[in-house]
């Protein structure tokens, strides 16, 4: 009975003690995150380096995450800052991501701009035909075509615009632009009014292009090509117009003879 009794006692003052050491780990831990929280809470945000605007100023950036220097790193969430972000219809994709101590990493893909619209105000359309504003003091110079040609409104901004017109206009710069042709940077203006020919009017004199909008693959490249080997580029001006239409020849004529 009483070596019972011993093992017993034993057994009770080794359960007490496994309870005490976790007792102890737990408080110890509680206090090593207090220290730990305390430390961070009195980290402060002092760079933020935005990374991928092009279109979108700097300011513009902060603006829209609403993101200061000197924020206490805990009541920076970088979930929202992106969620805010992705507000404004010119960014496609963001994200936050912290560099500790004191640095704010915040990334965007900008929505690139392929062609100007007008509808009564002045909008621009990106690649995938979404709607976007013209930012308010952009560092660019937009060198873009106008899409003409199409009748009410271009969509709501942030949205893809459903104007089919609008959609064939922005397939065919996308073309022009896969193939590098030296033709994109002389587009001052693409027609498409007329559902089966569209117009493209050029730089420098206003030449028209006239070409199927159906075929414009076939008879933009072989337009492509003729201006790589044969177009005088002094005489750009003079010419009145390019008809891509005709399967076995390319007519140009200049507005004189």
Known sequence: MG???????????IFLGVIVILSLLAYANQKVEAFLENRVSEFRLRNIRIHGNSALTRQDI????????????L????????AKLLRSPFIKSASAVYSLPSTLHITVQERRPIAFVYDGALRLVDEEGVVLPVPKGARHVWNLPVIDGFKGSAGIIGQKTKQ??????????QY?????SPLNPLIAAIDVNNPKALYLTLI????????DAQNYQEELYVLTQYIQNYLDWNKLADIDYIDLR????LIVKNKRG
């Open 75 to 82: 009541k920076i969430k970088p979930n929202l800052v992106t």
């Open 3 to 13: 070596r019972r009794k011993k093992h017993g006692f034993r057994a009770t003052l």
């Open 164 to 173: 089919d017109k609008i959609l064939k206009a922005v397939e065919v710069l």
């Open 176 to 180: 022009v632009r896969f193939i590098k």
């Open 204 to 211: 420098k004199g206003g030449a028209r292009v006239r070409f």
């Open 246 to 249: 005709f399967s076995d020849r």
């Open 62 to 73: 902060l603006n829209l995450c609403g993101v200061k220097p000197g924020a206490e790193y």
